[in-house]
């Protein structure tokens, strides 16, 4: 059984850290893409990152957050740095076979599997 799990949000003052962790198991994680999307109250799912060939950022988090990957974990990381307010949101993650372009990862339609999220609140 294919299952995402995510988690390490919460809640943190403007300016602070966060580690985020999503768990990937029923597949040989290694050969799959992982990306990073959030969704905010009143807004659509938005793309955060992507790994897999290489990675790929939202111009709104470059140079702030960083995708990572441990294939013997199962597990990607998203570490968030100088986090804003306006970095509120859900944050989920999700699948794909293949590498592809940034309009091709940016897109959550090219994914196919999804966790239940993890909430990040941000505070001024």
């Known amino acids: 059984q294919v299952q995402l799990v995510e988690s390490g949000g919460g809640l943190v003052q403007a300016g602070g850290s966060l580690r985020l962790f999503c768990v990937l198991s029923?597949?040989?994680?290694?050969?799959?893409?992982m990306g990073w999307f959030r969704q905010a109250p009143g807004k659509e799912r938005e793309f955060v990152a992507a790994?897999?060939?290489?990675?790929y950022y939202a111009d709104s988090v470059k140079g702030r957050f960083t995708i990572t990957r441990d294939n013997a974990k199962n597990t990607v990381y998203l570490q968030m740095n100088s986090l804003k307010p306006e970095d509120t949101a859900v944050y989920h993650c999700?699948?794909?076979?293949?590498?592809?372009?940034?309009?091709?990862?940016?897109?959550?339609?090219?994914?196919?599997?999804w966790g239940q999220g993890t909430q990040v609140t941000v505070s001024t």
């Open positions: 790994i897999g060939g290489s990675t």
């Open positions: 029923g597949l040989t994680f290694s050969t799959y893409v």
């Open positions: 999700a699948f794909r076979r293949f590498w592809s372009d940034y309009v091709v990862l940016s897109s959550y339609a090219s994914y196919s599997n």
